[in-house]
């Protein structure tokens, strides 16, 4: 099975540009879930999906938005950009989400590193 | 946000030590994970704990799930290079939830 799969792998955006992430699941997995990684916070919960809706959300403001397809591919949308913002923006599969904890387990893509100049 | 604590911070060691880690919250989690990650790639998920008290071995891995539900160790035997990276343990408190990280902890291995 291919794993978890994110485009573009890097990216550079120049501050009050948006910008859109996509990300691909393992094949059969429903739920995605984006997380971000910076040196300063660690790896920080954005949102998760699952079957189109958004059933979970982290602290992160409103130009964090994101949505999922009907195949379960998902992308996330950052607007109005800051330096802040830069960062490893990573996206994580699970089989069901929400149902039997090994069926819940997380994979994770390569992830898209995001420039803000 | 939550965050769990993890120790150390970072670990310099000789090419067959043995290496141990661990992570501790001030809640209870139904699920630690494991993950290792490489420099410019996502997290790899090594090790996968569901109950209280679990022992699971991977290779020259094992990891723990603390009896308490707040704490988890890892344990490598006999390092090699390739162990070189950074580990994450992660904890959730219920299927569906989100994963709440620690840290991390560098490894340096030395040959």
């Known amino acids: 099975k291919a794993g978890v799969t994110q485009t573009p792998r890097y990216l550079i955006k120049t501050r009050g540009q948006q910008v859109t992430l996509s990300c691909s699941p393992i094949s059969g997995h429903r739920s995605v879930s984006w997380y971000q990684q910076t040196p300063g916070q660690g790896l920080q919960f954005l949102f998760e999906y699952f079957s189109e809706t958004q059933r979970n959300k982290g602290n992160f403001p409103g130009r964090f938005s994101g949505r999922q397809f009907s195949n379960s591919r998902s992308e996330m949308n950052v607007s109005t950009l800051e330096l802040g913002d830069s960062a490893l923006y990573l996206c994580?599969?699970?089989?069901?989400?929400?149902?039997?904890?090994?069926?819940?387990?997380?994979?994770f893509g390569p992830g898209t590193r995001l420039t803000v100049l | 946000g939550q965050q769990l604590n993890q120790s150390p911070q970072s670990m310099f060691i000789q090419e067959g030590e043995d290496v141990s880690m661990n992570c501790t919250s001030s809640s209870i989690f139904n699920t630690w994970l494991w993950y290792k990650q490489d420099p410019g790639e996502g997290p790899v998920l090594l090790i996968a704990?569901?109950?209280?008290?679990e022992l699971t071995s991977n290779g020259r891995l094992t990891a723990q799930f603390g009896i308490t539900r707040k704490d988890s160790f890892l344990n490598i035997s006999a390092s090699i290079p390739s162990d070189v990276g950074i580990y994450f343990c992660a904890g959730q408190s219920q299927a569906g939830t989100a994963l709440i990280f620690g840290k991390g902890t560098t490894l340096s291995v030395s040959s």
């Open positions: 994580a599969s699970s089989q069901q989400g929400g149902g039997t904890p090994s069926t819940d387990t997380q994979y």
């Open positions: 704990l569901y109950k209280a008290g």
